[in-house]
Structures are given as C-alpha cells and as structure tokens.
C-alpha cells in the first residue's frame, strides 16, 4: 500500500507528515483525520502547524482522493477559505462529494413538512426548466455581450455552501475581469460583513448593468434543475463569507440556498451585516410556507427591475 493511500484509508492519523521547511511551503493548521463508513472527516487544531504534502500540490491530494475508497469529505470550516476550496476542487475532480461540517438545525423545513418540502422542490424544478426555455434567447445574448466585452470565460463558478453543507458551484454570468480572484483579498480587505464592494474595480462595464438587474444570476436556474438549489431559500454562502459565520450560526448552513429570498426581496446590499442576515434567514426557515415562498417569488419582480440594492 502506497503512503499516498494509506493517507486516506487508516482509521485515525494525528499527524499526516511533517516536511523540512523550504521556500516553497506554506504552513497550515494540524489536520486529523478520522475514516468512518467510507467518509473522511477533516477537523483542524487551530494551535499547531504542519507542513502537509497533500495541501501544499492539489495534485497529490487529488491522486490520494482517487486511490482510496472514499464516498464522501466532511471539513471543519475553520480550515479557512483557501483550503476549504483546495479540498472542494480536488474532491470535485475525483467524483467525490465534500461537505462542511455543521452542528445540526432542527427546525429545517424538509424535517417539519417533509409531503410539502417534496411538492416545492418538484415546483422549483418545473419552474426552472421553463424559465430556462423561456429565458433562453436572453440568455443566449446575455452570453455574447459577456463573451466579446471582455476576455475570459461567459460563466463564473465559485464554491458555495449547500444542504447539509455540501459545496457546490454556483452558476453565474461573469461580470468581473478575467483575473478578479487574484486581487479578492486586496479589495475586500475591509469589509466587516458581507464580502460585497459598491465601487469594485473588478467589474466590467457590461457586468454592472447586469448586475443592477440582476441578469448575471440566471444561470443559476441550472443549479435549480441540477438539485443544489431552490426557487426562493436562505443566501447560498461563498465560502469567505461562510468561514465567519459564528458557531452558534452555522447551523443555518444546512439549508438549501434559493435564488431569491427574505434578504434579496428586503433589504439586499443596505444590509451586509453577517449576523442579520444569518437571523433573517433563520426566521424564513423556522416559518417556512407555499405563501411565503409565493410572497417573495412576486416581490422578486418589481426589485429586479428597479435594480433594488443591487451592485
């Protein structure tokens, strides 16, 4: 048995390997790694480092992933962004399912009205697949300004938190220069809540006027088809935003995100502030209806043509 198998297939390991320091590796919080039921939980001790191999080349870590017998990777958010999404990219490449790891949330819908949980999300695949058909020729143009405004791909996929904390990739029409992700940090350095920037020098001219309409989120109706997501739901959570989210909070994480909902249809981009939008969101949650959702799907209308909140 290879080392690089061994990594992922023995029942606990405090330590993954401790490496010469060099130039070229960065230090990262001490893994432990528990193998259960064909699962790999991935907890973090925020008060030791370790050189590991396996971050420090996706490569290796995506070869330890295909090697083993793994269904599913369950990480600690307080792994931090960077190698949350290491670990999304390479479990993504290995056909494998990561999840974030959260305390548990009772009062989730599907738990308290599970015929009607089933009856909205067969309404939100049907809506979704006719919209798309409807939206098509839009979306169609929509895909030709991005792609001859500026150079770079026409869609934009970013890592998000979803049911029961499973990461996924959002679908979005790109608004931002190609090399956005690399100057995210210097932008936002500032921001206390949500990571949103009125003034970001990042977005093109094409993708402000989307944005302000809020036409660069229809692809989103593929995650709908796709089961990731719902007509009307709590934020989906990027993962710098997520990584904040106070503990007692986090069990929020375990729904599943909506295009639209009570933060998107009330306040928007006036309120960024992370525990408020968390507790909205839990409030939709824990009252949870058919009308409520109907509610906030007509309300949804007349935002986005007025460009409510939006930048």
């Given at each position: 048995?290879?080392?690089?198998?061994?990594?992922?297939?023995?029942?606990?390991?405090?330590?993954?390997?401790?490496?010469?320091?060099?130039?070229?590796?960065?230090?990262?919080?001490?893994?432990?790694?528990?193998?259960?039921?064909?699962?790999?939980?991935?907890?973090?001790?925020?008060?030791?480092?370790?050189?590991?191999?396996?971050?420090?080349?996706?490569?290796?870590?995506?070869?330890?992933?295909?090697?083993?017998?793994?269904?599913?990777?369950?990480?600690?958010?307080?792994?931090?962004?960077?190698?949350?999404?290491?670990?999304?990219?390479?479990?993504?490449?290995?056909?494998?399912?990561?999840?974030?790891?959260?305390?548990?949330?009772?009062?989730?819908?599907?738990?308290?009205?599970?015929?009607?949980?089933?009856?909205?999300?067969?309404?939100?695949?049907?809506?979704?697949?006719?919209?798309?058909?409807?939206?098509?020729?839009?979306?169609?143009?929509?895909?030709?300004?991005?792609?001859?405004?500026?150079?770079?791909?026409?869609?934009?996929?970013?890592?998000?938190?979803?049911?029961?904390g499973k990461l996924f990739q959002i679908i979005k029409f790109r608004t931002m220069k190609a090399d956005a992700e690399k100057?995210?940090?210097?932008?936002?350095?500032?921001?206390?809540?949500?990571?949103?920037?009125?003034?970001?020098?990042?977005?093109?001219?094409?993708?402000?006027?989307?944005?302000?309409?809020?036409?660069?989120?229809?692809?989103?109706?593929?995650?709908?088809?796709?089961?990731?997501?719902?007509?009307?739901?709590?934020?989906?959570?990027?993962?710098?935003?997520?990584?904040?989210?106070?503990?007692?909070?986090?069990?929020?994480?375990?729904?599943?995100?909506?295009?639209?909902?009570?933060?998107?249809?009330?306040?928007?981009?006036?309120?960024?502030?992370?525990?408020?939008?968390?507790?909205?969101?839990?409030?939709?949650?824990?009252?949870?209806?058919?009308?409520?959702?109907?509610?906030?799907?007509?309300?949804?209308?007349?935002?986005?043509?007025?460009?409510?909140?939006?930048?």
């Amino acid at each position: 048995m290879t080392k690089s198998h061994l990594l992922l297939t023995t029942s606990r390991i405090s330590l993954l390997e401790t490496l010469e320091a060099d130039s070229g590796q960065r230090s990262i919080p001490n893994y432990t790694l528990k193998w259960k039921a064909r699962r790999l939980w991935v907890s973090c001790k925020l008060n030791e480092t370790v050189r590991v191999p396996a971050l420090k080349s996706k490569q290796w870590l995506q070869d330890c992933l295909n090697r083993s017998f793994i269904q599913a990777v369950y990480i600690d958010l307080s792994a931090g962004e960077a190698e949350l999404k290491q670990w999304a990219e390479s479990c993504h490449q290995a056909n494998l399912q990561a999840f974030v790891r959260l305390p548990t949330l009772s009062k989730l819908p599907q738990k308290q009205w599970p015929l009607k949980w089933v009856l909205k999300r067969s309404s939100d695949w049907l809506v979704a697949a006719l919209l798309l058909l409807l939206l098509s020729p839009l979306m169609l143009i929509l895909g030709f300004l991005v792609r001859f405004t500026s150079s770079g791909p026409i869609f934009y996929r970013q890592w998000r938190v979803g049911h029961r904390g499973k990461l996924f990739q959002i679908i979005k029409f790109r608004t931002m220069k190609a090399d956005a992700e690399k100057l995210h940090n210097q932008v936002m350095a500032n921001q206390p809540g949500l990571h949103k920037c009125k003034d970001d020098p990042r977005i093109t001219q094409i993708g402000r006027w989307m944005r302000k309409f809020s036409l660069d989120e229809l692809p989103q109706l593929l995650n709908v088809l796709r089961g990731e997501m719902s007509l009307v739901g709590p934020r989906p959570w990027a993962l710098y935003d997520a990584v904040r989210i106070e503990p007692e909070l986090q069990g929020r994480l375990n729904a599943v995100p909506g295009i639209t909902g009570a933060w998107q249809v009330t306040t928007r981009s006036h309120n960024c502030d992370l525990a408020s939008v968390n507790r909205m969101d839990l409030d939709y949650l824990h009252q949870w209806t058919f009308r409520k959702d109907l509610k906030f799907l007509l309300l949804t209308a007349p935002k986005v043509f007025t460009g409510f909140g939006a930048y």
